[in-house]
């Protein structure tokens, strides 16, 4: 069964940059498209952007330009650079095969001050 381990979040005030790692196991991760999500404080969780095996990649508009997501399929392991942090990033933010539903892992928590 698929497990995600999410890492490296934390405090950065705006414009600042943060890189977010997640490791994998349980799945076959090269043929599964992997999805970083965020939930800010009383919102709905969204998908922020997305990578296939192959690298084809998609980003919400709020993100694009700003945030870069990559993969390493030989370590199992998806990425989110973040840059030109801004406080309406703040949220928990969460990896996981977009294929999935049901399983979310527990996040890490990004927080930009104004």
């Known amino acids: 069964q698929v497990h995600v381990v999410e890492s490296g979040g934390g405090l950065v005030q705006a414009g600042g940059s943060l890189r977010l790692s997640c490791e994998v196991s349980?799945?076959?991760?090269?043929?599964?498209?992997m999805g970083w999500y965020r939930q800010a404080p009383g919102k709905q969780r969204e998908l922020v952007a997305d990578?296939?095996?192959?690298?084809?990649?998609n980003y919400v508009d709020s993100v694009r330009g700003r945030f870069t997501i990559s993969r390493d399929n030989t370590k199992n392991m998806a990425y989110l650079q973040m840059n030109n942090l801004k406080p309406d990033d703040t949220g928990v933010y969460y990896c996981k095969p977009t294929g999935i539903v049901n399983y979310w892992g527990q996040g890490t928590q990004v927080t930009v001050s104004s």
């Open positions: 990578i296939t095996g192959r690298g084809k990649i």
């Open positions: 349980g799945i076959i991760f090269p043929i599964n498209v």
